[in-house]
T-cell receptor, first 112, second 115 residues
Framework: QKEVEQNSGPLSVPEGAIASLNCTYS??????FFWYRQYSGKSPELIMF????GDKEDGRFTAQLNKASQYVSLLIRDSQPSDSATYLC????????????FGKGTKLSVKP | SAVISQKPSRDICQRGTSLTIQCQVD?????MFWYRQQPGQSLTLIAT?????????ESGFVIDKFPISRPNLTFSTLTVSNMSPEDSSIYLC????????????FGPGTRLTVL
């Protein structure tokens, strides 16, 4: 059974700080990694994806992937109260068609 | 990304009844999926909706309980049959546009409460 593990939190950071969200996965064959943001009562919104080892930056967001350690992280710089949400890590599943396996999510709270 | 709509957005149903949820996309997409998100939980894949053939169900989900249709590349339905309170969840469709990557985009979801 393939698994994706996340610390459920809540993770609380002050406004302007860097929020660091972490995720580990069990399947070494996984190739695609995604971060979704989910506000309460809303559906998940894709914010980052990464396929290669290293860092990928998009605005205030940086995704980091280390396939040897089976570890993917999301850094949010200059955190804002509007970043307060649950962040879901997802990994591509068994089939090449791309169904995703989700972690349970980390709840982030950014305090003004 | 594609624009995805779902109907209904929410419903309250009696046990033993069935509800059909519709998912409409504004462009043709290769893959469509149905997920369930139980209260306080993450997303669990129910099935892959295949255009022109039977859906592919994940372990723990069966066609009799969750029949799925996908008549074309922009539309799919999920029926939750013979409902019980344990079926109270958010049901989400997602789409994977054509291409080599696996990004999926989610519809707004259907919040189902079964009494």
């Amino acid at each position: 059974q393939k698994e994706v593990e996340q610390n459920s939190g809540p993770l609380s950071v002050p406004e302007g700080a860097i929020a660091s969200l972490n995720c580990t996965y069990s399947d070494r064959g996984s190739q695609s990694f995604f971060w979704y943001r989910q506000y309460s009562g809303k559906s998940p919104e894709l914010i980052m994806f990464i396929y290669s080892n290293g860092d990928k930056e998009d605005g205030r967001f940086t995704a980091q992937l280390n396939k040897a350690s089976q570890y993917v992280s999301l850094l949010i710089r200059d955190s804002q109260p509007s970043d307060s949400a649950t962040y879901l890590c997802a990994v591509n599943g068994e089939r090449s068609q791309g169904n995703l396996i989700f972690g349970k999510g980390t709840k982030l709270s950014v305090k003004p | 990304s594609a624009v995805i709509s779902q109907k209904p957005s929410r419903d309250i149903c009696q046990r033993g009844t069935s509800l059909t949820i519709q998912c409409q996309v504004d462009s043709q997409v290769t893959m469509m999926f149905w997920y369930r998100q139980q209260p306080g939980q993450s997303l669990t894949l129910i099935a892959t909706a295949n255009q022109g053939s039977e859906a592919t169900y994940e372990s723990g989900f069966v066609i009799d309980k969750f029949p799925i249709s996908r008549p074309n590349l922009t539309f799919s339905t999920l029926t939750v049959s013979n409902m019980s309170p344990e079926d109270s969840s958010i049901y989400l469709c997602s789409v994977k546009p054509s291409g080599i990557y696996n990004e999926q985009f989610f519809g707004p979801g259907t919040r189902l409460t079964v009494l």
